[in-house]
């Protein structure tokens, strides 16, 4: 059976940095693509950033420049990068990782998503 946990998230000041991870587990072969998402109180969910394939990498506008997507085969992780936060990043960050298995079959699988507060 395969799992996707989100871990990293906390408090952090206004300014400050965090890096999420995204780690599948199971029967698994490879992360052929990851995006991740947030969704703050009250509004609708948003995308943050997208790693479609190996060397592209796509990212929302109110985030581009100061967070970084990466994926880490050997280690069936993603990540997210967080710099310089501000207020308005407080939400909860969820990532869908599209995985391979050992048969070639692919799915997307979301993880349970972890909140960021970012405060003074």
């Known amino acids: 059976q395969v799992h996707v946990v989100e871990s990293g998230g906390g408090l952090v000041q206004p300014g400050g940095s965090l890096r999420l991870s995204c780690a599948a587990s199971g029967s698994i072969f490879s992360i052929d693509a990851m995006a991740w998402y947030r969704q703050a109180l009250g509004k609708q969910r948003e995308f943050v950033a997208a790693f479609p394939r190996p060397g592209i990498t796509a990212y929302g506008n109110s985030v581009k420049g100061r967070f970084t997507i990466s994926v880490d085969n050997a280690k069936n992780t993603g990540y997210l990068q967080m710099n310089s936060l501000k207020p308005d990043d407080t939400a909860v960050y969820s990532c869908?990782?599209?995985?391979?298995?050992?048969?070639?079959?692919?799915?997307?699988?979301w993880g349970q998503g972890t909140q960021v507060t970012v405060s003074s």
């Open positions: 869908n990782a599209r995985l391979r298995d050992g048969t070639g079959h692919v799915n997307d699988y």
